[in-house]
């Protein structure tokens, strides 16, 4: 660690922590981040990091000065990142720190003991789905907390008018996911809808599972029942979940909606122009050694809005 401002480091599980690069991509991240620090009164860390091999050499000095250099301009990042989250939380609530070492790697360590991770993003939408970054991506997958995605240049929130959406099915990351949206959704007084998405082709062959589900322990495979028979089913298990968040979070406006379609096109399409969009980092179909599994993997490369992935 080069340096911080702001109140002393500790492990805090309370606290939000935003991956900060002083460019212009990682600023929605930052803003986003203070404002969910804001609304949850939260403490924030700020996080700069820095590798020697990949910064240019900083004017005319000897080389064992470099380091030095290199070390100080870091810290002014923070500085000024910092100085712009002060004015919004205070200075008891925010935290700089620079950090020699991958971004990735510190802020998954980071994740260890916090709240949320957040981290921005370059791509925005289907076209440029694939210039979400390997940082994004790789702590998306390996943090230890929730972790947010906040994709393109506009920072949306959740609040009256950006509702929470929400993806889910019966498995157990889905149930966290679920849980997380509801807390959101409560603290920032927004709405909160709830996406099933079914492939009934897809989803015999791949979950033949359900067939039991759907028809009862002993069935025969009619694929225009079970397609019925399954859709019918996802209808009532996700009115069950909707039921299940009014009864937690009697004042949250809770919707859902069935589509047929693929899950995370699905998820990311509905979650246009939403406050926050929340998956779990495994569905039904993922396994035990899934860090990422393909519906979040598809949300978080196509979304508009942010992503948060919850395991």
Same mark, same amino acid.
């Given at each position: 660690?080069?340096?911080?401002?702001?109140?002393?480091?500790?492990?805090?599980?309370? %606290?939000? =922590? @935003? $991956?900060?690069?002083?460019? *212009?991509?990682?600023?929605? /991240? +930052?803003?986003? !981040?203070?404002?969910? &620090?804001?609304?949850?009164?939260?403490?924030?860390?700020?996080?700069?990091?820095?590798?020697?091999?990949?910064?240019?050499?900083?004017?005319?000095?000897?080389?064992?000065?470099?380091?030095?250099?290199?070390?100080?301009?870091?810290?002014?990042?923070?500085?000024?990142?910092?100085?712009?989250?002060?004015?919004?939380?205070?200075?008891?609530?925010?935290?700089?720190?620079?950090?020699?070492?991958?971004?990735?790697?510190?802020?998954?360590?980071?994740?260890?003991?916090?709240?949320?991770?957040?981290?921005?993003?370059?791509?925005?939408?289907?076209?440029?789905?694939?210039?979400?970054?390997?940082?994004?991506?790789?702590?998306?997958?390996?943090?230890?907390?929730?972790?947010?995605?906040?994709?393109?240049?506009?920072?949306?929130?959740?609040?009256?008018?950006? %509702?929470? =959406? @929400? $993806?889910?099915?019966?498995? *157990?990351?889905?149930?966290? /996911? +679920?849980?997380? !949206?509801?807390?959101? &959704?409560?603290?920032?007084?927004?709405?909160?809808?709830?996406?099933?998405?079914?492939?009934?082709?897809?989803?015999?062959?791949?979950?033949?599972?359900?067939?039991?589900?759907?028809?009862?322990?002993?069935?025969?495979?009619?694929?225009?029942?079970?397609?019925?028979?399954?859709?019918?089913?996802?209808?009532?298990?996700?009115?069950?979940?909707?039921?299940?968040?009014?009864?937690?979070?009697?004042?949250?406006?809770?919707?859902?909606?069935?589509?047929?379609?693929?899950?995370?096109?699905?998820?990311?399409?509905?979650?246009?122009?939403?406050?926050?969009?929340?998956?779990?980092?495994?569905?039904?179909?993922?396994?035990?050694?899934?860090?990422?599994?393909?519906?979040?993997?598809?949300?978080?490369?196509?979304?508009?809005?942010?992503?948060?992935?919850? %395991?």
């Amino acid at each position: 660690m080069s340096g911080h401002t702001g109140s002393a480091e500790a492990p805090d599980s309370r %606290r939000i =922590v @935003v $991956g900060y690069s002083g460019t *212009e991509g990682s600023d929605p /991240a +930052l803003e986003w !981040a203070i404002e969910a &620090a804001r609304r949850e009164d939260r403490p924030l860390t700020i996080l700069h990091c820095y590798d020697l091999a990949h910064v240019p050499v900083l004017g005319p000095s000897p080389p064992d000065r470099q380091s030095e250099l290199i070390a100080n301009a870091a810290d002014e990042v923070v500085a000024a990142a910092v100085e712009r989250a002060v004015v919004v939380l205070g200075h008891e609530a925010v935290t700089g720190v620079s950090v020699l070492g991958g971004a990735a790697g510190e802020l998954v360590a980071a994740s260890e003991a916090a709240h949320l991770v957040v981290t921005g993003s370059h791509g925005r939408g289907r076209l440029l789905g694939g210039l979400l970054g390997s940082t994004s991506y790789n702590v998306t997958a390996h943090a230890r907390c929730p972790a947010v995605v906040v994709r393109g240049e506009a920072s949306l929130h959740p609040d009256a008018a950006h %509702r929470v =959406v @929400v $993806g889910v099915d019966e498995s *157990e990351a889905a149930l966290h /996911a +679920l849980d997380r !949206a509801a807390d959101v &959704a409560a603290s920032a007084g927004a709405p909160l809808h709830l996406v099933r998405a079914i492939h009934p082709s897809v989803d015999l062959h791949t979950q033949p599972e359900l067939g039991p589900m759907v028809y009862g322990e002993t069935y025969a495979i009619d694929h225009a029942r079970f397609a019925d028979e399954l859709r019918r089913y996802a209808d009532d298990a996700t009115r069950e979940l909707a039921e299940r968040v009014r009864q937690q979070q009697p004042g949250v406006r809770v919707s859902f909606e069935v589509l047929e379609d693929s899950p995370g096109l699905a998820i990311a399409r509905v979650g246009e122009g939403a406050g926050l969009i929340v998956v779990g980092s495994r569905g039904r179909g993922g396994f035990a050694g899934m860090l990422l599994g393909s519906v979040s993997h598809t949300v978080i490369h196509h979304a508009t809005s942010p992503v948060m992935v919850v %395991r």
